[in-house]
């Protein structure tokens, strides 16, 4: 079980403090794939920084913590402070484009053994490479390789190699599938699935498509201007969802063989630098009364395990 | 040209010169710089390949040291001077911050002191009785701050993209990720800076000489020049005085800037190949 204890994280600007994390709190069971939605400049790939710990000006930590759940080397419970020193170990982490995330001028093994733990022998460790890359689907020349020699599939194929080749309890994935074609980028997510089942790992995805969200995540955790909205099993959020936010998301999906126009979230979502009073939402939902311009809404549990923040959620369901 | 061919011509150049100038010494018995110990002004012979001078030295052999010093003082400086910068340019780039203002405020210090002005004061104060090892660490102070500067501002571009983040993320240390992920990105640009380098000393080196300033009495490329000018070869019909040097040192040159660009481009083409 990873826990976040009451996220607050702030970026310092020019014009002060501003909360990109505003006060999430969520229980995530282990061995699951939680998918992180939402739209852009709602504090999504902030809060994938806390959880991997990469906190550094100009983010800070405000209040709260993570704790990960599992032991670290001395025995001790890993927390925010201390997961530092188990990156790429325990933790790992999948970018978004991963053309720019390899580095142009040094071949691919080179690259991969950077992650070697200090105590392993060069060679060794070179070999299970090229192994665990053939089963990933991956000619292992491709290690000899250049990034810019390869497609944008297989790079992306060995950033989730070199991601997931230790084994870590946890990995974050930031949109990896945002820059690929709709084929490769199937492949990616069945690899993606593929492995979690193997590894039992627990996998935090973030996106804003929802058509992949549906496709591989067991649950869901809906933002929206910095704050939670809805959190529950991803099954139960697509059939039925607590907040009008996650609805209007749902129903901009296409689906086969209707053609009618799809209804869009009309408006923007408030600016983070205004007094933000009462439910954030409330300028955009078609469900907004006075209650929910003055109170904001707390996230409670409905039915088990599916939160939503919304004051007339049960007259949605 | 053919960049593997330019490459091949000055890697032969530079072969024949250092080979050529590192092991004919030890068939020479006699100090190359002792004056009078032939007769003045012969012309070319077998017993003596390029004549003799006006201060009875063989030309030839004296030119033989000269390449040999020019191109150790070139190389030691070069040397130290590549070091120098990558070290700072690299670590002021990826680092910045306080760190790197101040490194740089002393970096453009050296780079806007003209040089030939403080050398030539340098050189008046000491005047012809520098030693060699002094003039290299004169060279080498005055030749790092333009090549730290433009590393510095490749590593600057380097540290914002996006696998810089990624290694760190890998949890590779501020030295790994410098030595790892920013430096084969100025590599090319290093050797082609060391080989500029190289040039560049021994330009001055001969520079200083001609005018006097640097110790004459020590044979280099720059040395034989200035005694050809002072003893007026060319009036008194010694061409292979003043001669042989100058083309030692354009081939010299030639050898190194074939190489440089030859080695650029080669680099290059190897990332194009598995």
């Known amino acids: 079980m990873i826990k976040l204890n009451n996220i607050v994280a702030t970026y310092t600007t020019v014009r002060g403090q501003v909360r990109a994390v505003d006060g999430v709190s969520l229980d995530i069971p282990n061995g699951i794939i939680l998918g992180v939605a939402g739209?852009?400049?709602?504090?999504?790939?902030?809060?994938?920084?806390?959880?991997?710990?990469?906190i550094g000006f100009p983010l800070t930590l405000q209040t709260g913590c993570v704790e990960y759940g599992f032991q670290g080397d001395d025995g001790l419970q890993i927390t925010t402070s201390t997961i530092r020193q188990y990156w790429f170990r325990r933790i790992s982490y999948i970018p978004q484009s991963s053309m720019s995330s390899l580095n142009p001028v040094v071949r691919i093994r080179k690259q991969f053994i950077d992650f070697l733990p200090p105590d392993r022998r060069k060679d060794q460790v070179l070999e299970e490479v090229r192994a665990y890359v053939k089963k990933l689907d991956l000619p292992p020349e491709a290690l000899d390789a250049y990034p810019h020699q390869l497609s944008g599939g297989m790079r992306q194929r060995l950033m989730v190699a070199m991601a997931t080749f230790f084994n870590p309890d946890l990995i974050l994935a930031d949109e990896p599938t945002t820059a690929l074609d709709v084929v490769v980028q199937k492949g990616i997510l069945l690899l993606l699935m593929d492995l979690q089942q193997q590894m039992k790992n627990t996998m935090i995805f973030v996106s804003h498509d929802m058509g992949v969200h549906y496709q591989i995540t067991h649950k869901m955790f809906i933002m929206y201007a910095a704050k939670a909205v809805e959190f529950g099993d991803s099954n139960a959020i697509f059939e039925s969802p607590l907040h009008p936010y996650t609805k209007m998301l749902i129903e901009s999906l296409p689906t086969v063989g209707d053609d009618h126009l799809r209804q869009g979230v009309i408006g923007r979502p408030p600016s983070l630098w205004d007094n933000l009073r009462g439910c954030r939402f409330?300028?955009?939902?078609?469900?907004?009364?006075?209650?929910?311009r003055s109170e904001e809404p707390n996230l409670i549990e409905y039915t088990p395990g599916h939160f939503a923040a919304c004051h007339y959620a049960e007259k949605l369901s | 040209m053919n960049s593997n061919l330019r490459l091949k011509i000055g890697l032969a150049i530079l072969t024949v010169f250092t080979i050529g100038s590192l092991l004919l010494p030890f068939f020479n018995t006699v100090d190359p710089s002792q004056q009078g110990k032939y007769l003045k002004n012969l012309p070319m012979s077998s017993a003596h390949l390029l004549g003799t001078n006006s201060l009875g030295q063989d030309t030839f052999w004296f030119l033989v040291f000269a390449i040999r010093n020019s191109l150790l003082l070139g190389v030691a400086v070069s040397l130290c001077s590549t070091i120098i910068s990558v070290l700072v340019g690299l670590s002021a780039g990826y680092i910045g911050g306080w760190y790197d203002r101040v490194v740089m405020l002393i970096t453009d210090s050296f780079i806007t002191i003209p040089i030939l002005p403080i050398l030539i004061v340098l050189g008046a104060l000491v005047r012809g009785s520098t030693s060699f090892f002094?003039?290299?660490?004169?060279?080498?102070?005055?030749?790092?701050?333009w090549n730290s500067r433009t590393i510095r501002s490749i590593a600057l571009s380097?540290?914002?993209r996006e696998f810089i983040n990624m290694a760190r993320f890998s949890g590779m240390s501020t030295l790994g990720i410098i030595l790892k992920e920013v430096f084969p990105y100025v590599y090319a640009y290093t050797v082609v800076g060391f080989i500029n380098s190289i040039l560049f000393v021994i330009n001055t080196e001969a520079a200083l000489a001609v005018i006097g300033l640097s110790n004459v009495r020590v044979p280099t490329l720059g040395s034989i020049i200035f005694w050809a000018l002072n003893y007026n070869a060319l009036f008194i019909g010694q061409f292979t005085w003043v001669v042989a040097p100058v083309v030692a040192t354009v081939l010299l040159f030639l050898g190194l800037f074939l190489t440089s660009t030859g080695y650029n481009e080669l680099f290059a083409l190897r990332r194009g190949r598995v």
Do not use: H, M
């Open chain 1, 39 to 54: 739209e852009s400049g709602c504090g999504k790939s902030t809060l994938l920084k806390v959880l991997y710990g990469d």
């Open chain 1, 282 to 292: 409330a300028a955009r939902c078609p469900l907004a009364t006075e209650l929910c």
């Open chain 2, 134 to 145: 002094s003039i290299g660490l004169i060279l080498v102070v005055f030749s790092w701050a």
């Open chain 2, 158 to 160: 380097v540290r914002e």
